[in-house]
């Protein structure tokens, strides 16, 4: 058991990980209602916290964190009364949050430091947590452009779970067609996301060839 918590300690993405991988898998069963959406957004944040943990970043960072996650999540309770305007805001407060942590953990992987099993776990967290931030970016574009989509469903918005589905799909160039772009706004983002996804990866083996290449290196 010990070892066990050692492990976890040294290696915090690891938890970081999991708890992502378990929220993908219960989001569809979830998220249908008013109730589910406001725990699914409340699991996301107290992961987004968790992944500040393990950054071990200044406490100050994770207050503000846990802050916007406050904000997203009455936002998302509270729609009821305050209508799209209270969505609108969880959404933004959402967004903002994910683009903090997702570049705190980019850095924190990409930085020229001795690659470690820990880091391995970030750069996999780092990659889903990019998916997670252009899914929510879509989600606001929504706001301002209702009909950026098409989808099997005409006349209404693409949920969470719709949106971080498709988003896994334009990271990994995978694109089975259920989901596309209706406007240049969208189709700008996709862009966006895909040069992203392609750069991510070319930096990561970048890094890893540049530690195995001075290793090898002649003294």
Known sequence: MLRRIAYIRRNRCSVLLGMLCLLIVLS?????????????????????????????????????????????????ALR??????????????????????????????????????DKVFGAICAYVLIAFTFASLFALL?????????????????????LMYFSFTVLTSTGFGEITPRTGMARSLIILEQI???????FLVARLANLYGSKRAPK
């Open 142 to 162: 929504q706001v301002f452009e209702p009909d950026a989509f098409a989808h099997n469903q005409p006349g209404s918005h693409l949920t969470w779970v719709d």
């Open 196 to 202: 992203v996804g392609v750069m991510y990866v070319a």
């Open 28 to 76: 569809p069963l979830i998220g249908g209602s008013a109730v589910g959406g406001a725990v699914l957004v409340g699991a996301l944040v107290s992961i987004l916290v968790v992944a500040l943990w393990a950054l071990r970043v200044r406490r100050k960072a994770v207050l503000s964190t846990a802050l916007l996650g406050f904000i997203a999540v009455d936002a998302v």
């Open 80 to 117: 009821g009364i305050g209508g799209s305007l209270l969505v609108n805001v969880s959404i933004v407060a959402m967004t903002v949050t994910l683009l903090i942590v997702t570049v705190a953990l980019l850095k924190y992987v990409l930085d020229w430091h001795v690659i470690t099993v």
